[in-house]
């Protein structure tokens, strides 16, 4: 299915931050690599997600969120920083996620619930942006949070400790590696205020992608599925 065609289904427009497997990427110990990622539309079907590395389409996925659990399917369509995940699960699966969604969209509507979540460390409206190292090499990234002293990276690459760099116009050091991403201290504090400005810059045209997937793409499912009263 296209992005184009599931913003016109029904689905909840939830963020939701976790980490994924994508097929063919893996450490330096031959591992796979752990990215972070984020929701920001899904249905008992399918999902969006925002990510440091697309992949392909047909690509197998596999993905942990705390609020849905484990979740694994292939991409049907990508678009820049993210993708279409179409989900593989049994029906009580399904329906199980069906009935997450009916509460996370309910708790998204009580601003008492909103308000008693806010925390020192920020979750920027746009999570990709551009990192820069000291010989000029540039990578895009997806910022998982940040604060006025440092900021979560997920990337396609993973930088020793202690390499110096910029995420956006922040000047840093990485500090430790994080499952999926790793931790930047900046140099100096950034005011709050300038903080979503200074860090979010619009990453490369191209990112590296990895090897095609050389298994068939997983087959459409059921969309007269009747979920949150509709």
Known sequence: MSVEKFLRQRAVNVVVGGHYKLANWYDVQG??????????????FRMIMAVPVVGRIGDHITSYFGEFGQLEGRISDTMPGSFLLELA?????RRKLADQLAWLEAKQ???SIRDAR????IVP???HSTLTFADGTIHGCFVIDMSV????ISADVQPEVGTPLAVGACVGRVVRHLNGGFAVKFVEQVS????????VRPP???APQPPADPRPQAAADDDKYVYLNA
């Not at 806010?118 to 460390?121: L, N, T, V």
Request: glycine share 2%.
């Open 31 to 44: 591992k796979p690599r752990n990215f972070a990622c984020r929701t920001s539309r899904v249905s008992p």
């Open 89 to 93: 699960m049994p029906h009580a699966l």
């Open 109 to 111: 509507k009580d601003p």
């Open 118 to 121: 806010r925390q020192a460390r």
């Open 125 to 127: 409206a746009t999570p």
């Open 149 to 152: 002293s440092g900021a979560a």
């Open 192 to 199: 709050r205020d300038d903080l979503e400005r200074r860090i």
């Open 204 to 206: 490369p045209l191209t």
